[in-house]
């Protein structure tokens, strides 16, 4: 089997420069055929769904790359250790995004900008962002 570009695109419901792009990022390494088109057989259908399934985890083409690149199960581990810390990263800022919002929406007073129940639900200001970075980094009270 060996589907050119446009085939294997529309299986995975991908345009053409997606998979394009991935082959400039080492991920893809199409054949060519005596014209020099791209062509793609089983193991390339194979690395694709990988390559998808690893983008829902959350993992972005850089890791992705250090991941398909190794054979080592400890080189392995280190990539996913590492994507792992940063995803536990991102859900807890989200957990304190919602947690902000949910405080909001339990207020009833109509003026943002004195909203007095905000603070109470802050857990303090993170270094670089917050309402100190806002007042020049006087801490507001």
Do not use: N
């Not at 398909?68 to 995004?97: K, N, Y």
Request: glycine fraction near 10%.
């Amino acid at each position: 089997m060996a589907l050119p570009i446009g085939a294997l695109a529309e299986r995975f419901g991908l345009a053409t420069h997606v998979l394009r792009h991935w082959e400039a990022m080492g991920l893809l390494t199409p054949g060519r055929d005596a014209a020099g088109r791209r062509r793609y057989g089983a193991a390339h259908l194979t690395r694709v769904a990988v390559i998808l399934r690893g983008k829902e985890a959350g993992l972005g083409l850089p890791a992705l790359r250090e991941l398909l690149a190794t054979t080592d199960p400890e080189a392995r581990r280190t990539v996913l250790r590492r994507e792992q810390a940063a995803l536990r990263r991102r859900i807890a800022a989200a957990r304190a995004s919602l947690d902000l919002i949910d405080c909001a929406l339990d207020c009833d007073h109509e003026d943002l900008d004195t909203l007095p129940a905000l603070p109470a639900c802050s857990r303090g200001p993170r270094p670089g962002r917050g309402p100190a970075v806002l007042s020049g980094g006087a801490p507001l009270s």
